[in-house]
């Protein structure tokens, strides 16, 4: 069974930065694309960033290009999110998931086999 855990979420002003971590369970972490996620309460839950097993290869969504760094430790089981410059939008709960399927990098959440508890990132204006 595949845990993932996720900290680093609080409570900053606008412009300032948090690094999420999310901690997996599993001999074989690195073979396996990591996404981020996020949602706010009332609305869908929304792709942030992706990366490859290798860390090789990112992807992230328009609303955080530039903000926001997706990064792995394949010898520590961790995928990382740096966010930088947050914005109050950028409030909501935090997923981390993994994608078994062994297909492309997806962004799509119905690809995740395996998600985090979440946790709540806050930014004041």
């Known amino acids: 069974q595949v845990q993932l855990v996720e900290s680093g979420g609080g409570l900053v002003q606008a412009g300032g930065s948090l690094r999420l971590s999310c901690a997996a369970s599993?001999?074989?972490?690195?073979?396996?694309?990591m996404g981020w996620f996020r949602q706010v309460p009332g609305k869908e839950r929304e792709f942030v960033a992706v990366?490859?097993?290798?860390?090789?290869?990112?992807h992230y969504a328009d609303s955080v290009k530039g903000r926001f760094t997706i990064s792995r430790d394949n010898a520590k089981n961790t995928v990382y999110l740096q966010m930088n410059s947050l914005k109050p939008e950028d409030t909501a709960v935090y997923y981390c998931?993994?994608?078994?399927?062994?297909?492309?990098?997806?962004?799509?959440?119905?690809?995740?086999?395996?998600w985090g508890q979440g946790t709540q990132v806050t930014v004041s204006s």
């Open positions: 998931a993994e994608d078994r399927g062994g297909g492309p990098m997806t962004t799509s959440q119905g690809s995740y086999d395996y």
């Open positions: 599993g001999r074989t972490f690195s073979s396996y694309t």
């Open positions: 990366i490859s097993g290798s860390g090789g290869t990112t």
